[in-house]
């Protein structure tokens, strides 16, 4: 039932003695992965996925595994409804939901209603296009998220059944509240969106050496298997390559801002030198428009990133102008 570490075929993948990825191709946006611990007597979840249909689908995949050891704690590595929205298919009194506090907070910030509305209202244009193609597989009516039962800051210990996992936060950085969930002796490390493998990484919430800080933590606990957020499972190299794009367009961005180009402009040079680089060939090269604008933030202070929706309009022409290359 298991397959090997290192394929990216959807459905369990054992990366250590009863613990276990859950992926789902093709990682791009709400194809994310999750995880799961079996200990002596119960279970924990890391990450439950964008709709209740997928999540249950996971859970059957998982029900070998949890049906005498019961999941008791899920652990959602950050507030994004692909990591989170499932969470009410455990809810119970039996089960408690983990995450850090600024991750629990931005819970309430984006509903599943809100995403459904976005998708039902996005119209015909550009906009629609691009919101159904990122969105479009996804069910987000019918759905409710239970309340996180333990929020914590900084560093929270987590025994599954006698297995040692530490919750170690490390946002902001992708969101608010990003978490790693490390088994050190396994050494097995689920990274949430801290880590992206062969797609494009958005930064919503930045700064960008908040984020390099969390990858070098991860690089500094070695490892031996990492499950990313979206994409196939992978080691150190992929900590790497997306350390190497980060650095790159902090770099680009801080030198156009430093020469007084203005934004639109520095977005529109910066995709075009991502073109001679290898993340070219990496998905979703859209939420460029997204990474340069967090770290221009960073730059100016006085400069407010637009609203989610003139976010998502920006992907959206990006998206299509590629389209229409030939
Ligand atoms: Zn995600």
């Given at each position: 039932m298991s397959k090997p570490a290192g394929a990216f075929e959807k459905g369990l993948a054992e990366v250590a003695d009863n613990v276990f990825a859950y992926l789902q191709p093709d990682?791009?946006?709400?194809?994310s992965n999750a995880g799961l611990i079996v200990g002596d007597n119960e279970s924990a979840l890391v990450d439950t996925l964008f709709d209740l249909r997928l999540t249950q689908q996971m859970l059957d995949h998982m029900a070998p595994h949890t049906?005498?050891?019961?999941?008791a704690n899920v652990v959602n590595t950050h507030a994004n409804g692909d990591h989170c929205y499932g969470n009410q298919l455990l809810a119970s009194p039996e089960v408690d939901f983990i995450a850090s506090s600024s991750a629990a907070s931005e819970m309430d910030e984006v509903p599943p209603a809100l995403l459904a509305a976005l998708v039902e209202g996005a119209g015909d244009g550009t906009l629609g296009h691009y919101v159904r193609h990122a969105f479009g597989a996804f069910d987000f009516n019918g759905i409710e998220m239970p309340d996180v039962t333990v929020e914590f800051t900084g560093h929270h210990q987590l025994d599954a059944g006698g297995r040692s996992v530490e919750l170690l936060e490390v946002g902001?950085?992708?969101?608010q509240g990003d978490v790693l969930a490390w088994l050190p002796d396994d050494r097995v490390m689920f990274a949430g969106d801290i880590l992206f493998i062969d797609g494009t990484p958005i930064?919503?919430?930045?700064?960008v050496n908040g984020w390099i800080a969390a990858l070098d933590k991860i690089i500094d606990l070695n490892p031996a298997v990492i499950v990313p957020g979206h994409g196939p499972l992978t080691d150190l190299d992929g900590v790497r390559a997306l350390r190497g794009y980060l650095q790159l367009i902090d770099q680009l961005t801080t030198e156009r801002h430093a020469e007084g180009m203005a934004l639109a402009d520095a977005i529109r040079d910066i995709d075009n030198h991502i073109d001679s680089t290898p993340y070219s060939e990496w998905s979703d090269r859209e939420r460029i428009v997204v990474n340069v604008q967090t770290i221009w933030r960073g730059l100016e202070p006085t400069f407010a990133s637009p609203d989610a929706l003139t976010m998502f309009q920006m992907m959206a022409d990006n998206f299509a102008a590629r389209e229409d290359q030939p």
């Open positions: 990682g791009t946006w709400g194809w049906s005498h050891r019961p999941i902001p950085a992708h969101t930064m919503w919430a930045g700064p």
